[in-house]
């Protein structure tokens, strides 16, 4: 028998603050081909893009929840434990093409420990399922066993949500799950942040600015508040607009990325979001998120496919060219950059 789930939530998300209601769509439903439920999903899907995922009564949600648990377990103690020099060595990977892999950290404090948010980010490909294996920093390669199972039971989740919505969207039959496989080299990961619990000037401010996410599927699991999306599907979202996604015990929050928009020619949608300070007196705690990425392999190019319900492609998309995967990610890093570098 497993030992029980610590509750990793110190005081509870306060009941008075406005939220937005995500849909929750159950994986066990999903799993058993409900077609009313995967309906329920497509619609979020082109629409804002996200939702809660139900795990349980399910074993596949159950062993994801306890893999999870397990990874925010471990991330205390690898965060506290682990000086810059060390994470330092983690640094020769850049420049392979692994725009993700690594650990980044937003500001130092005055004492040397990490302000607003630190992040470590496990790539896939770094765990020689696919290739040579890259050294893990000591802090990390003793739990490397957890971290593939995780890995890969967001993978497999994730891959029921694309086999639903590829019915729904009238695709043949594994159109996009067949673009989603561990067993090539792809850029899936898992990523594990920490916000340290602020001081007073910084309650309320923004520490993850708004954006959508490059990839197809995110699974995100958290403890805290902090999370935001807009209420309004508005380009230009205002201030107000932005509402808290509650937590849920047992319940995963999912968004669609950028990479399954452009496959789908916009007919799914990526969820934009944000992540502020916690909120009321969950502030005073660091805040932890899981978030387990899936992708399409390397070599996947990024046209969309051709279903009656996708708009076929505009002269100017095909006079864009073909890009890989890979390429397509770092064109739209270099956008990002210059965008912000402009602001
Ligand atoms: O920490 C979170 O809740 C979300 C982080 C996020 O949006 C991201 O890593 O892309
Ligand atoms: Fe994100």
Known sequence: MDPPLTNFNPTPFPASLPTISLKKI????????????????????TNEGFFYLDLTGEPKGQKFLRELHDVRQEAEGIFTGTTMEVWNTWEARKGEGHVSSGYKR??????????????????HSDLGDTTTPFQLPSCLSDHTPLFRSTIR???????IILGALEKCIQLPSSSLTSLHRLSETSGDFLN?????????????TVNFPPHRDANSITILFTWLGGLQVPESDAEAVDEDNWRFVEPLPDHAIVNLGEALQALTNGVLKAGKHRVVAPPGNQVNFDKYSVIVSTRPTD??????????????ETEEQISEGNFTIK?????????????????
């Open 26 to 45: 159950s994986l066990s439903k999903l799993l058993n081909d409900d077609e009313a439920e995967s309906r329920r999903m497509f619609d979020v899907c």
């Open 106 to 123: 937003a500001a130092t404090n005055e004492k040397g420990g990490a302000e607003i948010l630190e992040v470590f980010n496990v790539a």
């Open 153 to 159: 039971s967001g993978h497999n989740i994730a891959s």
């Open 192 to 204: 594990v942040l920490r916000y340290p619990a602020p001081p007073a000037e910084r309650h309320g």
């Open 299 to 312: 070599d996947t190019i990024m046209r969309c496919l051709q279903s009656p319900l996708i708009p076929p």
């Open 327 to 343: 390429q397509w990610t770092i064109r739209k890093a270099m956008r990002v950059m210059g965008a912000t570098h402009k602001a």
